[in-house]
């Protein structure tokens, strides 16, 4: 990455490391800086927990592909028993023209072991309350990966999609981090060491042509968990 | 269709069911999968780390239920406050990021938390070149977010703070989809 060559072009010395340091009580709260694992108190470590968003083109370059990471931080001992919840809706949001409210959905929630796909579809209701478009929408199902096993995807009307555990894709050396917002550090080391190596997430992957999703070059895009009333 | 077809069927023959018999036990409804209801948001994210980093304590779970065409008015003064504090060189007068944008300007840029996705050229968070097209899975965006938070106007200042030497993932990516590895 060119970026990282830059980085130790110069050495000026941190001259507000004791500034930093000194409002360390402030930073405690991002102690779990980890894209978004474990961010707020009220969806923690809870089935609702995103822990990633990724939105990238595809290997047809007609398509995009959006991924949303669950239940971070899951070892190989309890990946299996990890399971998505049946009351929470995953839903990935488009906005195509730039006012940031989406335009399009496309929801996902399971059901006995399988995935529901809907959309993308003009959701009936923006913002925080949802309905599932399924008397509207595309409808894809796809079987819920079992741990252990080969990833299982469907396919229907150009859209692509997956569910079950996955690696986690996302690294940062989280510990040296903690330790220098603690105070006990004043840098990263060089090599850092991945904490997030060898955990696994519940992931959904779905890829989705672009001429399904509008828009004229750029989209914005996030995703939200809601949960069954 | 083939599901809303089996759906009909079954209430059709469950309400014909139930009209030659007194059984209150028998289903009067479809019997497929229920997606009826309101479902209420828990949890948002669009870009990695912003309600962590940027977000006070007290205001997270209140920043996951604000849709983002009202988080610029909610939240832009917060995270220039706290990006302040993370970075003191930003309270500066003119001083800036890589970008060229000062505290004011980045704050804004951060705070409606969506995810830019372009539809026509390489999609990442940042590769030097291209800024804020998507995320891509090899994206090492800890450190370039650590980069625009510390590294000053050339990503030179603070070096031991912005970069944690972690550059990729511990498994390979597929180039196929699903693109993630397996899990451990």
Same mark, same amino acid.
């Given at each position: 990455?060119?970026?990282?060559?830059?980085?130790?072009?110069?050495?000026?010395?941190?001259?507000?490391?004791?500034?930093?340091?000194?409002?360390?009580?402030?930073?405690?709260?991002?102690?779990?800086?980890?894209?978004?694992?474990?961010?707020?108190?009220?969806?923690?470590?809870?089935?609702?927990?995103?822990?990633?968003?990724?939105?990238?083109?595809?290997?047809?370059?007609?398509?995009?592909?959006?991924?949303?990471?669950?239940?971070?931080?899951?070892?190989?001992?309890?990946?299996?028993?990890?399971?998505?919840?049946?009351?929470?809706?995953?839903?990935?949001?488009?906005?195509?023209?730039?006012?940031?409210?989406?335009?399009?959905?496309?929801?996902?929630?399971?059901?006995?072991?399988?995935?529901?796909?809907?959309?993308?579809?003009?959701?009936?209701?923006?913002?925080?309350?949802?309905?599932?478009?399924?008397?509207?929408?595309?409808?894809?199902?796809?079987?819920?990966?079992?741990?252990?096993?080969?990833?299982?995807?469907?396919?229907?009307?150009?859209?692509?999609?997956?569910?079950?555990?996955?690696?986690?894709?996302?690294?940062?050396?989280?510990?040296?981090?903690?330790?220098?917002?603690?105070?006990?550090?004043?840098?990263?080391?060089?090599?850092?060491?991945?904490?997030?190596?060898?955990?696994?997430?519940?992931?959904?992957?779905?890829?989705?042509?672009?001429?399904?999703?509008?828009?004229?070059?750029?989209?914005?895009?996030?995703?939200?968990?809601?949960?069954?009333? | 269709?083939?599901?809303?077809? %089996?759906?009909?069927?079954?209430?059709?023959?469950? *309400?014909?069911?139930?009209?030659?018999?007194?059984?209150?036990?028998?289903? %009067?409804?479809?019997?497929?999968?229920?997606?009826?209801?309101?479902?209420?948001?828990?949890?948002?994210?669009?870009?990695?780390?912003?309600?962590? *980093?940027?977000?006070?304590?007290?205001?997270?779970?209140?920043?996951?239920?604000?849709?983002?065409?009202?988080?610029?008015?909610?939240?832009?003064?917060?995270?220039?406050?706290?990006?302040?504090?993370?970075?003191?060189?930003?309270?500066?007068?003119?001083?800036?990021?890589?970008?060229?944008?000062?505290?004011?300007?980045?704050?804004?840029?951060?705070?409606?938390?969506?995810?830019?996705?372009?539809?026509?050229?390489?999609?990442?968070?940042?590769?030097?070149?291209?800024?804020?097209?998507?995320?891509?899975?090899?994206?090492? *965006?800890? %450190?370039?977010?650590?980069?625009?938070?510390?590294?000053?106007?050339?990503?030179?200042?603070?070096?031991?703070?912005?970069?944690?030497? *972690?550059?990729?993932?511990?498994?390979?990516?597929?180039?196929?989809?699903?693109?993630?590895?397996?899990?451990?």
């Amino acid at each position: 990455m060119r970026v990282k060559k830059l980085t130790h072009k110069n050495s000026l010395l941190m001259k507000n490391l004791k500034r930093i340091l000194g409002i360390s009580i402030v930073l405690i709260a991002i102690v779990f800086i980890a894209a978004d694992h474990i961010d707020a108190p009220a969806v923690q470590g809870g089935s609702s927990d995103i822990s990633d968003f990724y939105a990238f083109q595809g290997e047809n370059t007609n398509n995009l592909v959006f991924v949303t990471n669950m239940q971070g931080l899951l070892s190989p001992a309890v990946t299996g028993d990890a399971s998505f919840d049946e009351n929470i809706l995953i839903e990935i949001n488009i906005d195509n023209n730039a006012d940031n409210i989406e335009d399009l959905v496309i929801q996902a929630i399971p059901r006995d072991g399988r995935m529901y796909f809907f959309g993308p579809i003009a959701p009936s209701e923006t913002g925080l309350n949802s309905k599932i478009e399924a008397d509207n929408a595309m409808q894809l199902v796809v079987d819920i990966t079992p741990y252990g096993m080969d990833a299982m995807t469907a396919t229907s009307a150009g859209i692509t999609a997956f569910a079950g555990p996955r690696d986690d894709p996302f690294f940062m050396d989280f510990a040296q981090y903690s330790e220098i917002i603690a105070g006990n550090a004043t840098s990263f080391n060089d090599p850092g060491s991945d904490t997030f190596a060898g955990t696994n997430v519940l992931s959904v992957v779905v890829e989705v042509p672009k001429a399904m999703l509008g828009g004229s070059g750029t989209l914005n895009t996030w995703v939200e968990t809601k949960r069954k009333q | 269709m083939k599901n809303i077809k %089996t759906a009909l069927m079954v209430s059709l023959i469950s *309400v014909l069911s139930f009209n030659c018999s007194n059984d209150d036990n028998m289903p %009067t409804g479809p019997t497929g999968p229920d997606f009826t209801g309101t479902y209420v948001q828990m949890d948002q994210m669009a870009r990695p780390a912003v309600n962590t *980093v940027f977000v006070s304590p007290s205001s997270k779970d209140m920043f996951n239920t604000t849709i983002p065409s009202e988080m610029n008015a909610n939240f832009q003064s917060m995270f220039q406050t706290n990006l302040e504090a993370l970075s003191p060189a930003y309270a500066n007068p003119g001083d800036t990021n890589a970008l060229g944008l000062d505290a004011a300007t980045f704050t804004g840029l951060l705070a409606t938390d969506v995810l830019n996705v372009s539809t026509t050229t390489t999609t990442t968070f940042f590769d030097g070149t291209n800024v804020l097209t998507g995320r891509a899975l090899a994206d090492d *965006v800890i %450190t370039v977010e650590l980069l625009l938070i510390f590294g000053g106007e050339d990503f030179s200042e603070n070096p031991g703070l912005s970069d944690d030497n *972690v550059d990729a993932n511990d498994k390979p990516f597929l180039n196929s989809f699903p693109y993630l590895a397996s899990p451990w």
